[in-house]
């Protein structure tokens, strides 16, 4: 590992930049990342930022199912991110697709058009089991100095 | 008499042919079968003349041979009045109501995105709810429709792993 | 699976490769909104067909996650309904607990709502100050039905948990907190002039347009429509409940902060009713596996306003047809007309008035330049940004309010 990786991956432990994307969820886990960053649970303190664009985000945080009308754009979104970059699945829909599993205009989850780091389960997930998850994911990203590239196929 | 058995009174006076066609199950609750080429007709009268005011909303139904349409009406007093009608499914024909609620328009899309329906007079507008990418002639609330039929569409059962 | 790599994205005119449609369509004159386009359809999930291929019995699981803050108004629509069919008369008790549900679901919604509107004027200090408050909520659905959302309290026929003599006195002791910070939220709102400066006049609805064009719940009540489920075709406990119909005459996003606060303090006082006469008696009624062929209509009142259910049974375990309109479909109807001569800065706060049950932050927004020079898209988060910022450059500005509030010295 590099000097400058070192930094790098310094600096994203010590405060990752998040992008929140709802792919055609119910909201409820929505209202459940948000709820992570009011005091009660405060996942600021974690240096965890809330960011508006993919190009400056390390970590996409997705809910929902992935409906037909939104693929397109999670991809998109996803591309534009720069790596090393993760994504972490926000609730049962995210995870697999949930209750909606089956149903004619969803996807199956998160891991069905992009590689997913972190599932969080639930439904919804709790902000404690949210700020778990991406607590683990920083553990990860200490472990590893880079993400290895995903298998092509 | 009860409200909506003084509505029932009317509605037959009004419209002799819906005479055995009008119940009410229990209160603040009509049903009414209404022959198709009545249904403008009568919709008209409920809405302009008996202060139906409320669209709540328009419930699309496959029923084998024909398409049915359930207006479900409602008064500033509770009551709903739910005039429903049937259209041959080779030619599932509807006039629009956004005349009298000009919200009406998306409903009448579900209608038409999900059943197939044609609603004359529907105006110029983006379809709602399916993606545009939509396969023409799939109509996902048809009873002989499944989502098997939806090219890509992986069944449950098999997770998708990166 | 394809290989990342970076796109960039323009913020200028639309790159062809990007070929998501965009949710809002604005057509400016000048600095004017002419026109507003506005395209749902992101969260459409085939819950309807997925109703007709399970059972009664999933269907509630399932209808309780159409939304992730009227879960329990969902569930509830769609038990009366096949209830109704079935000719199932659901215990007292159940109704109550039922009621009571709907009413934390509501204060929890309304003060969520508060939030939000706070963040979309930039007032977030406002955000953090409601959530923490609706924490207290959330402990007492959490201790009550077992889960923060989705409570899974329904059951055909009933409910599944019942309420014990110490939850009723937790109940009681969060609503009187509640109320307190209810009543000095009710206090900013009136008297911070901040406040009626960005919502005063934004997002005119006359009474008569809120008719014309189908508005429900807080949205229509702002407007002088007075119409509320709860009284017009009541349900559950209602029809045994004192409380009055909150409306306004203000007719613009002023008057639907007053509506749900002023709302806030109806439910508090339902609350008490349910709680202190609760009635004893079983907790459901036994439904058939198989509901008798047979339709119903169901109607509630969603915090966001008039939720419908229709079902039709056909004697099976699975339901023939189930058909729901949610409030939100009802209101989004109107923020067109809301939105025509006014500023692109007033989207935001317009939109978030009525209280959507789309999840906003994720959309696209095309804005077509005046004299028809172009279009270019903005994300949602954009247009935020800019709001705020139109509004200060007009002296509108809460960074003394979000100062104030950090400090606690709003409290002095």
Redesign the interface.
Known sequence: MTVVDRVVTWARIKSPWIL???T?????????I??AL???FDIERFGIVLK????HADVLVCSG?V?R??K??L??I??????P?FVVAVGNCACSG???R?????TSGIDSVI?VSVYIPG??A?PAAIIDGVVKLLKTLEAATRRP????? | MSEQETIRTELIAKFPFLADKVRSP?P??L?AEVPSEKIVEVFDHAVRKMGF?????I???DQGASLGA?Y?L?R???V?L?LATSVPKEKPVLATVTAH????D??ERELVD?FGFEVQGLPP????????DWPQGQH??RKDWN?AMLEGHKPPGEMNH? | ???????K?PMGPQHPA????ESFLVTLSGERIKEL?V????????????CE?RTYVQDV??VE?????C?HSHATCFCQTVE?IAGLEVPRRAKYIRALIGELERIHSHL?WLGVAGHEIGFDTL??YT??DR?VL?DLLATLTG????YGMNTLGGVRRDISPEQKQEVLKGVDVLEERTKYYIGIATEETTILKRLSGVGVLSHDDA????AVGPTARASGVE?D?RR???YAAYDELSFKVVTTDTNDVFGRAVVRLLELMESYSMVRQLVNNLPEGPLTVKAPRKIPAG???G?YEAPRG?D?H?V?ANGTEKPE?V?V?APT??N???VAHMLKDRYLADMPIVIAAIDP???C??R?VAVAEPNGTGKRVM?W??LH?YSIEWYRRRGVDFSRLNETFRAGKDRE
Request: aromatic letters at 8%; charged letters at 25%; one cysteine or more.
């Open positions: 929140h994307f709802n055609g969820a119910c909201n409820a886990c929505d209202i459940e948000i709820a009011t005091p009660l508006a664009t993919p190009r199912p409906t009308q939104i397109d754009r991809m998109r996803y591309e534009q991110m720069a790596e970059k949930g209750v909606f089956g149903c004619y205009n969803v590689p439904c919804p709790n590239a995903p298998v092509e196929g | 229990r603040r609750r049903w005011s409320i669209l709540c909303t419930t699309g139904l359930i479900h409602a500033e007093s509770g709903t739910n609620f000009p919200a009406a998306a409903y999900l507008g983006s379809r709602y709810p399916l993606p545009d996902p609330l989502v990166a | 699976m394809h290989k990342p790599h970076e796109i994205v990007l070929k998501e449609p386009g395209r749902l359809g992101y969260n459409h999930r085939g819950i309807e067909k997925a291929e699981y399932l996650r159409i939304c992730g803050i879960s109704e969520l955000l953090m959530w923490r924490e959330m889960n923060r959302v989705n008719i014309r064009l189908g119409r489920i017009d075709d009541p339709e119903a209509f109607r008039e419908v229709y039709k047809r058909k309109r479909l009802a989004v109807q109107t049950c789309f999840s932050t994720d696209l994300t988060d954009r940004a």
